[in-house]
């Protein structure tokens, strides 16, 4: 009797053991299906994504190219292309696309030209900082960090600064691929840059600023002595079509007439922006566009913001 109780219950131990392996097995084949499903909707999803962007983004080069037709070289903030394109539903979510005149921001790499600095330049950016309520000695830093040699300016800093720094690092000496490296700037703390980001880019050297477009702290940049008020209301009314116009408000201000290099009533740079939204998971994609000569080209593409 014992031995026939043992081998019953070593008989229920191993059925028990068989139906606990069967259910282990069964389900890691589910969760294997469930994984590979999972696999190829977000790829599928991914693909559907990157092809809606590269649509926005052939929509954005199309846009300007009109605009150039229509204005010729005049940017305003109510042109066509500043109209973007509004929340519309596309199969498994919704896509949105706007874009941003680059024009408006102070080019950070115009501080150097030539290999080194220009005064013009380096002035328009202590004018912004100080608009912004910012120490203006960053723009000596930011200078030193952008020009070739290692002589620091009274206020910047060379590689013996950045070189003590965790992690050590040392001076760019070129021009910046994004307006974010400015972070690595000596004094550009989180909320340096939370203030500045709003209004400086980082295109190729050589580009005017807007002012059809500009912000009121970058027009404070281009206009000595022009206060926040009056910059706030030039910004919101600007629709000059030639750089005469712009000089004219400022003369009638009392305010001296500011050097016109560098200073324009269009735009050679803009974004194209992609907000993608499928089966609930968002996706971003921006493209940075070079209009010049009547010519366009893509110079730069990321997923997220440029």
């Not at 000089?247 to 992609?274: K, M, N, T, W």
């Amino acid at each position: 009797m014992t031995r026939s109780r043992h081998a019953r219950g070593v008989a229920l131990l191993s059925a028990l053991l068989v139906v606990a392996l069967a259910t282990v097995l069964v389900a890691g084949i589910l969760d294997d299906g469930n994984s590979g499903l999972a696999r190829t909707r977000n790829l599928a999803r991914s693909e559907q994504a990157d092809a809606l962007a590269a649509g926005l983004e052939e929509w954005a080069l199309q846009v300007l190219l009109r605009d150039l037709a229509n204005d010729g070289r005049r940017d305003f903030r109510d042109d066509s292309w500043a109209a973007g394109v509004p929340p519309t539903e596309v199969p498994g979510g919704r896509l949105v696309g706007r874009m941003t005149d680059l024009g408006g921001r102070y080019n950070l790499n115009n501080l150097v030209k030539d290999g080194a600095r220009d005064p013009v330049q380096l002035e328009r950016y202590a004018r912004l900082l100080r608009a912004l309520k910012l120490d203006p000695a960053l723009a000596e830093s930011t200078l030193d960090y952008l020009d070739p040699d290692g002589e620091r300016e009274p206020n910047g800093a060379e590689d013996p600064h950045y070189l003590v720094q965790d992690p050590p690092r040392r001076a760019a000496n070129r021009t910046m691929a994004h307006a974010s490296e400015l972070k690595l700037v000596r004094g550009v703390t989180r909320d340096v840059w939370a203030a500045l980001a709003p209004h400086v880019v980082a295109v190729p050297a050589g580009t005017a600023i807007n002012v059809n477009t500009a912000t009121a702290p970058v027009l404070m940049a281009i206009v000595d002595g022009l206060s926040d008020g009056a910059a706030r209301r030039i910004a919101e009314g600007a629709h000059y079509s030639d750089l005469a116009g712009f000089q004219s408000e400022i003369e009638q201000l009392g305010l001296a007439p500011f050097p016109p290099l560098g200073v324009d009533v269009a735009s050679d740079y803009f974004i194209a922006r992609a907000d993608i939204a499928l089966d609930g998971i968002p996706i971003g994609y921006s493209s940075v566009i070079e209009r010049r000569d009547g010519r366009l080209r893509v110079i730069g593409r990321a997923r997220g913001t440029l």
